[in-house]
């Protein structure tokens, strides 16, 4: 090992050196402090140092200090100071600097050599532990490449407010908030062509967070959006008119639980709000298990939850019968979906931002497009909790009833140029 000897005094550092070399270690001189802070800066293979108190321009002391308080160097200095004080109160203030062992003048050879031992043993540990903090560094750095990717394939299965707007000629668009709480998450939405005539839609809510909650969210994604233009879960193929067979939602709840059913994982289980659309008529109907009631936005700026019997969340017990709500909407009412993490988002204070809130907010902006109304939600729900990051996901997801394209080429080209608005809008949300 290479020690660096530090006192003004010749003698003692040739007798230092003596020492040490014939212990087997490498040395390396110095006058005081100042060229001892030298040495170290030139040599990063000196880890050792044994440093008298009281030199000039650089004492052991402010050595000691200067060497804790810098993080210049990369690697752990083991540090004994050598001194004829022998007071408690001087042990004290060298260990305080940042010695980390203490001898006295005359010092007794064999206790400066098993003192120094002991100091190679903790440079040891030293090292084994940087090397194993560079192996948890790489690992997490190599985690945190495949986080960014999962979340970067996570976002790509929301729904295309831009491509997919199956049923916007009939007067039906979508748009929707998401803002996981790490990099990906456990909520999920998505709105699908069923057949010609109907859309599905759906939000869900994974219990937990990170990877298994996100595991989940997709494939709960992959499981429910096969229904565009496939027999599934949601609807079937039949022989006779209209050959397809559109699942109700409570049955298609019923479906879901009982084939969610983990006995080996009691918190694997989901809440969500499932409805189906007749776009001819504007009628939905809906199934909820566990999941926070819908508010509709009428068209006139009022609000009112969409209460429903609530049901047990999906997963959690078997044979579960759920209840359906049935709804209209008209031109210009506004549905909304969301999750807890919005209404149970705290802030600074412990105090959550609540349904009520949720509710006040929307009605507030009663009276903007639908993608301004997210846009203004994210930043209140930004503002109430102080920062951009969140203990769950913020999710919501929307159904506008409005004109039909096919009734005027001008309002045509107004809701396309809505619909780019609310995609560059939501990229900004998304971001959050």
Request: charged fraction near 25%; hydrophobic fraction near 40%; aromatic fraction near 8%.
């Amino acid at each position: 090992m290479k020690i660096l000897v530090v006192d003004d005094n010749e003698d003692m550092r040739l007798l230092l050196m003596q020492f040490l070399k014939n212990w087997g270690h490498d040395v390396v001189l110095a006058q005081n402090g100042a060229e001892a802070w030298h040495i170290l800066e030139e040599n990063d293979q000196v880890q050792f140092v044994v440093s008298d108190w009281n030199m000039p321009l650089m004492d052991g002391i402010e050595f000691c200090r200067r060497l804790r308080e810098d993080d210049y160097f990369d690697r752990y200095v083991y540090v004994i100071l050598l001194t004829a004080r022998r007071d408690q109160v001087d042990l004290v203030e060298g260990m305080e600097a940042g010695a980390d062992d203490f001898m006295g003048k005359p010092f007794n050879k064999e206790e400066l050599r098993v003192r120094i031992r002991a100091g190679e043993r903790v440079i040891q540990l030293e090292k084994i532990l940087e090397e194993r903090n560079k192996k948890l560094r790489e690992a997490q750095e190599s985690l945190q490449k495949d986080l960014r990717a999962a979340a970067s394939l996570q976002k790509s299965l929301l729904p295309d407010k831009k491509e997919s707007q199956p049923f916007l000629a009939q007067g039906y668009r979508y748009d929707w908030l998401y803002v996981p709480a790490a990099f990906i998450g456990g909520d999920s939405i998505n709105f699908l062509r069923l057949d010609n005539n109907h859309a599905g839609f759906y939000i869900v809510d994974v219990a937990g967070h990170g990877i298994p909650s996100a595991m989940t969210s997709v494939m709960l994604h992959q499981t429910l959006s096969a229904a565009n233009g496939q027999a599934g879960l949601l609807k079937d193929d039949i022989s006779f008119m209209p050959h397809v067979y559109i699942r109700p939602p409570a049955e298609a709840l019923y479906e879901l639980n009982n084939a969610s059913q983990n006995e080996h994982d009691a918190m694997n289980y989901f809440t969500m709000m499932y409805g189906v659309m007749d776009v001819r008529t504007s009628h939905i109907t809906l199934a909820q298990a566990g999941h926070p009631p819908a508010i509709l936005l009428r068209a006139n700026g009022s609000a009112e939850l969409v209460e429903g019997a609530g049901g047990v969340p999906i997963g959690m017990l078997p044979d579960m019968v759920y209840d359906q709500t049935e709804i209209t909407l008209n031109l210009n009412d506004r549905l909304f979906f969301y999750t807890d993490g919005i209404t149970e988002c705290e802030n600074r204070f412990g105090e959550q931002f609540s349904q009520e809130r949720l509710i006040e907010t929307l009605t507030n902006y009663a009276t903007l497009p639908l993608d301004e109304i997210i846009a203004e939600l994210a930043a209140e729900i930004r503002l109430w909790r102080g920062s951009n990051s969140y203990d769950d996901d913020i999710t919501l997801f929307a159904i506008e009833k409005c004109a039909e394209k096919k009734e005027n080429s001008m309002l045509e080209n107004m809701t396309e140029s809505s619909t780019v608005n609310a995609v560059a809008q939501s990229e900004i949300v998304i971001s959050l």
